[in-house]
């Protein structure tokens, strides 16, 4: 069977380099790197009494992992913006938290070599659990300066809007 409906003679996977993620209906700048996408789903063990000595398995609760995203440190104020609706220091008692907007739903996009479109997840309420302005700085090194961000989500679905281009030649 084909891996690549589309493009039939395609053989290698999508490569992970070229990405892109949204949320409020903008793209971010700079993000460089994506935690993976991973949920887990417990294992509930069970017997009945009179069974011989066998556990039985079944699905049990659904955890979503959280998801790291990484950018160069720049003026942009997206991440930190985030970061303030759920905790804001000094916003005064009882506004510190910006409970009407602090979960977003979050869009990545996958693109192939050619700069297209080849798949997309949406990433359900969404919001900062982490907020790193300013990662470790280190004179011995030549590195750029990193921010980042951990949210927490409640789950997430492939678009299945987004389909396989026919790239080009």
Same mark, same amino acid.
């Given at each position: 069977?084909?891996?690549?409906?589309?493009?039939?003679?395609?053989?290698?996977?999508?490569? /992970?380099?070229?990405?892109? #993620?949204?949320?409020? %209906?903008?793209?971010?700048?700079?993000?460089?790197?994506?935690?993976?996408? @991973?949920?887990?789903?417990?294992?509930?063990?069970?017997?009945?009494?009179?069974?011989?000595?066998?556990?039985?398995?079944?699905?049990?609760?659904?955890?979503?992992e959280s998801i790291t995203l990484e950018r160069g440190r720049t003026h942009d104020p997206?991440?930190? /913006?985030?970061?303030?609706? #759920?905790?804001?220091? %000094?916003?005064?008692?009882?506004?510190?938290?910006?409970?009407?907007?602090? @979960?977003?739903?979050?869009?990545?996009?996958?693109?192939?070599?050619?700069g297209q479109l080849v798949m997309a997840f949406k990433v359900f309420r969404c919001w900062?659990?982490?907020?790193?302005?300013?990662?470790?700085?280190?004179?011995?090194?030549?590195?750029?300066?990193?921010?980042?961000?951990?949210l927490q989500h409640e789950g997430w679905e492939r678009d299945a809007a987004v389909t396989?281009?026919?790239?080009?030649?």
């Amino acid at each position: 069977m084909a891996q690549f409906t589309v493009n039939p003679n395609r053989f290698d996977p999508y490569k /992970n380099f070229k990405f892109r #993620v949204k949320w409020d %209906g903008r793209y971010v700048a700079g993000v460089s790197r994506v935690s993976g996408l @991973r949920r887990t789903t417990d294992v509930v063990l069970h017997r009945e009494g009179g069974s011989p000595s066998l556990d039985r398995r079944s699905p049990g609760i659904t955890s979503f992992e959280s998801i790291t995203l990484e950018r160069g440190r720049t003026h942009d104020p997206e991440f930190e /913006n985030w970061a303030n609706l #759920v905790w804001r220091l %000094g916003a005064g008692l009882g506004t510190e938290v910006g409970l009407k907007d602090f @979960r977003k739903d979050m869009y990545i996009e996958l693109l192939n070599e050619a700069g297209q479109l080849v798949m997309a997840f949406k990433v359900f309420r969404c919001w900062p659990s982490e907020y790193v302005a300013l990662a470790e700085l280190c004179s011995e090194t030549n590195m750029v300066a990193i921010e980042s961000m951990t949210l927490q989500h409640e789950g997430w679905e492939r678009d299945a809007a987004v389909t396989e281009p026919a790239e080009p030649a």
